[in-house]
């Protein structure tokens, strides 16, 4: 299991890399241009389990995302909360909804966002469907992208 500390490095890592000019996906990394997007941490799935211990596995999640949340705002302030309903409205109609947000929509449903350094940091909880793992991520973009 990794440490927040390990979570605060990797976030560190992926704030000083370059995007690249087109979408790439790199193991736990997808980028883009204006964005990177990460895994910290994957559940199992979930296609035999009761529902007991898929929400013991939400609040673990849940509960090392606030940990995490903690340790960022100390550093950086508090988060602005990004509803994601709106994009995920919109990606349903055919509209347009810019990256990473197109993709994290669909499984996120909510980010907290600090903005620094002229890029922004948005960590979320989410699930693509009841069968499939958590996942504790991570999102980087450009000011502006958001």
């Known amino acids: 299991m990794t440490s927040t ?15 690249p000019a087109q979408r790439t996906a790199d193991g736990w990394v997808e980028s883009g241009p204006g964005f990177h997007v990460a895994d910290l941490r994957v559940s199992e799935d979930f296609w035999d389990a009761d529902l007991t211990r898929v929400e013991e596995v939400l609040e673990e999640f849940e509960a090392e995302l606030s940990v995490l949340a903690q340790v960022l705002t100390l550093r950086w302030g508090a988060p602005d909360v990004l509803d994601l309903t709106d994009s995920l409205e919109r990606s349903a ?9 197109d ?8 980010l907290r966002v600090w903005r620094v350094d ?5 960590l979320g909880v989410g699930q693509g469907d009841r069968e499939l793992p958590f996942q504790l991520l991570v999102a980087i973009g450009e000011e502006g992208t958001i």
């Open 118 to 122: 002229s890029r922004w940091v948005g």
């Open 5 to 19: 500390a390990d979570h605060v490095s990797t976030i560190d890592q992926l704030r000083a890399r370059d995007f």
């Open 103 to 110: 993709t994290l929509c669909g499984y996120v449903p909510e």
């Open 93 to 101: 109609m055919g509209e347009p909804v810019p990256p990473p947000l």
